[in-house]
């Protein structure tokens, strides 16, 4: 039986979260004593590892200062979630992809900059979490474009980088795919633009979500 693999970034890919990582990057930045930075950079970032975020936020800070601002930013999404403040809506048509490609025969996985935590509640949430057998983030792997997620990802199901796909939205998706040897598949509804995706070794960007099913049809 051939195994086809698709590994789903999440935070601008399978979610639009910016207005909740926003507000908790404000949050953090806030709880140092610190001028938050703009949220158009905030955006640039989204993907990341934490402690790398932080260090491409703040510049001139020091390793201890952004793993301040790192577990300050837990605790600013933490405390935004237990007051039923954090959304993160699914894109459309995302929540019936993952469900036919499920129903087709594919594995799916997510390789994300979440948090362990904040991966489950969010699956949980939109109840996709079924669908998904393999989980890698943050907490376990260094930050993107390192391929270790990936390489967990193929550890986990068996399955061969010729026939897996990274899906993801941000330059940091596409360069760990192509670090790990897999395809990488873009979508441009998230947080970096088509002709960053494009640069960074994307195989292709997808427009849509029909546009993306078509690409994952064409692996084989």
Not at 83 to 105: K, N, S
Not at 149 to 159: Q, R, Y
């Amino acid at each position: 039986m051939t195994l086809r693999l698709a590994i789903f970034d999440c935070d601008g890919t399978l979610v639009d979260s910016q207005a909740d990582i926003g507000a908790a990057m404000d949050g953090a930045f806030h709880a140092l004593g610190l001028v938050p930075p703009p949220r158009s950079e905030t955006r640039r970032i989204v993907g990341l590892s934490l402690v790398e975020a932080m260090r491409r936020l703040h510049t001139r800070g020091d390793h201890d200062t952004h793993l301040a601002l790192a577990e300050a930013y837990k605790a600013a999404f933490r405390a935004r979630r237990e007051a039923g403040m954090v959304g993160e809506p699914l894109y459309e048509g995302i929540a019936g992809l993952v469900e036919d490609l499920a129903a087709r025969g594919w594995l799916l996985g997510v390789a994300t900059g979440k948090s362990d935590r904040g991966l489950a509640h969010c699956l949980a949430t939109h109840g996709l979490a079924r669908h998904f057998v393999t989980l890698q983030t943050a907490d376990r792997h260094p930050s993107k474009p390192h391929p270790s997620m990936i390489e967990a990802c193929l550890d986990a199901t068996g399955a061969e980088p010729a026939l897996t796909v990274m899906i993801g939205d941000t330059a940091f998706d596409m360069a760990m795919a192509l670090n790990a040897g897999v395809r990488a598949i873009g979508v441009d509804w998230g947080y970096h633009e088509r002709a960053e995706l494009i640069a960074a070794g994307a195989h292709a960007v997808a427009g849509t979500i029909t546009e993306l099913a078509q690409l994952l049809d064409a692996v084989n």
